[in-house]
């Protein structure tokens, strides 16, 4: 499945799909199913972190020879290991004409490789009691699975055998790009509202490629490709030296590294060419439009801020006011335009957490008889409101609160914390950043969420796009009799 930072949790809260963060500081992603079974950035961390209750979170980190970084996580709570790999290329790094190719690997990773058949992966892991899958965002692809604690062994030579030798043949291609053709059709071209979703990227992003395309990609793009293309994106890409792997659980850190260089040791490294794609436009004036939807049955809209990137000093703020606009049936937008106004069904306001240029966005479900037209003015008040105000300190606590279970939660399980462990390990450099995660957001203050509501949402900034529903049939006959 593909995954987007948060707003994908607002499309997956809208469209009825899943998606898993740490609390507020999670990251949207498309998610393939496939035909299987089914000034704070990278800073120092802030002296509070030492009274952080992840402040003792067990992390060890080491890497290979041949560059895979590896983070291990040893907690004997629950009997079970989880497993992630992480790989540093997500839709981002594709280029023009061969969009869909990051999400294409998340479903060929499943079709076998030297000393596993195809589909046997699935087979292995779950005649066992475990559980796996592959998510791809515009920011890197994952592969994870959870399995009863002594069976580490079986998915760490998994892992390491599609690492070494994954089967990237004419078969796999060609039956993969179907697999992912009839995946873009469930998952957008057959569902209201999915398709604004990727516009409003690409009319927020404009000429900045990397986060402008979708991740499910193109259809033509994959239709038109070669298989040598294909097979270069993984020579490229799939390499030890381009990846993490994770350990969360109940195992031995000293025996599981022992493991891990036995699969993974003498698997070839190669050179990974650099990320760089340059920097993105200012945006100068408000971008609007319009598209129809033949499923809607009533009008929607999005708007579009763009921030700076997740971790950066002004995006913990960012995150505050985008919880205090629309999370939950407290919230100050909910209250106002579904409760009291009633202009509104759905409303859902998210940062999405990228690696680069972020957006801040909103998404409303607009109530029958009112227009996207009629319900925005009411938003930008509220964000003046508090330019002009900040946050009351009972209701900053009330977030504080929020991002603290969020965080707790998040990482609860196994899974959780070896996903979020590589993902700090691979965004930032270092998975220790993460105990001081949580404190970075507490210590956001209201003036400093009044100072980024007072900065960041300028009409020069913004993106709208409307979303209405097609014209019927009937209505078309009888507007082409008149």
């Known amino acids: 499945m593909t995954e987007r930072p948060k707003r994908a949790a607002m499309a997956v809260a809208f469209l009825g799909a899943t998606a898993a963060l740490v609390g507020t500081a999670s990251h949207l992603t498309h998610v393939d199913a496939q035909d299987r079974p089914t000034s704070a950035q990278a800073g120092a961390a802030p002296a509070e972190a030492a ?74 892991i779950m005649n066992r009691g475990g559980s796996l899958n592959g998510t791809t965002s515009e920011d890197r692809t994952n592969y994870f699975e959870t399995l009863p604690a002594n069976e580490l062994e079986l998915g760490l030579f998994l892992e390491s055998d599609r690492m070494r030798s994954l089967a990237v043949n004419e078969f796999n291609f060609d039956n993969q790009t179907q697999v992912v053709i009839q995946e873009r059709q469930q998952s957008y071209e057959n569902r209201p509202y999915a398709l604004s979703f990727l516009r409003i990227n690409e009319l927020a992003y404009g000429d900045y490629w990397p986060y402008a395309h979708s991740t499910i990609g193109d259809t033509q793009d994959l239709v038109d490709a070669p298989l040598s293309a294909v097979q270069e994106f993984w020579q490229t890409y799939y390499s030890p030296s381009n990846a993490v792997l994770s350990i969360a659980g109940d195992f031995d850190p000293d025996q599981a590294m022992e493991l891990v260089r036995r699969y993974f040791g003498n698997i070839p490294s190669r050179e990974v060419p650099p990320y760089a794609p340059g920097d993105i436009a200012p945006q100068t004036a408000e971008r609007t439009d319009t598209m129809q939807d033949m499923l809607a049955d009533l009008p929607a809209f999005h708007v579009a801020y763009h921030i700076p990137q997740s971790r950066e000093a002004d995006h913990y703020p960012l995150e505050m006011l985008a919880l205090a606009l629309g999370d939950g049936e407290s919230s100050r937008l909910y209250q106002e335009l579904v409760k009291q106004r009633e202009l509104v069904s759905e409303i859902y306001v998210a940062t999405d957490d990228r690696r680069g240029p972020d957006l801040l966005s909103i998404f409303a479900l607009v109530a029958e008889g009112h227009t996207g037209a009629e319900v925005r003015p009411f938003i930008y008040a509220a964000i003046e409101r508090i330019a002009r105000e900040g946050i009351p300190e009972r209701e900053l606590e009330k977030l504080r609160n929020r991002v603290r279970a969020s965080f707790v939660f998040g990482l609860q399980s196994n899974l959780d914390r070896a996903k979020n462990l590589a993902e700090f390990e691979m965004y930032w450099g270092d998975a220790e950043l993460i105990r001081a995660e949580l404190d970075r957001y507490l210590a956001v203050t209201s003036d400093d969420i009044e100072r980024v509501a007072g900065r960041y949402f300028a009409e020069t900034n913004r993106t709208v796009l409307d979303v209405v529903p097609a014209p019927r049939a009937e209505e078309s006959a009888e507007g082409g009799a008149r």
């Open 51 to 124: 009274s952080s209750p992840l402040s003792r979170l067990a992390i060890r980190r080491e890497r290979l020879d041949n560059g895979l970084r590896v983070v291990l996580n040893p907690d004997p709570t629950v009997p079970t290991v989880a497993i992630a790999v992480y790989y540093d290329v997500g839709s981002r790094n594709e280029v023009r004409g061969r969009s869909g190719f990051a999400h294409l690997f998340e479903h060929m990773m499943f079709q076998g490789s030297a000393n596993v058949q195809r589909g046997e992966h699935f087979s292995l």
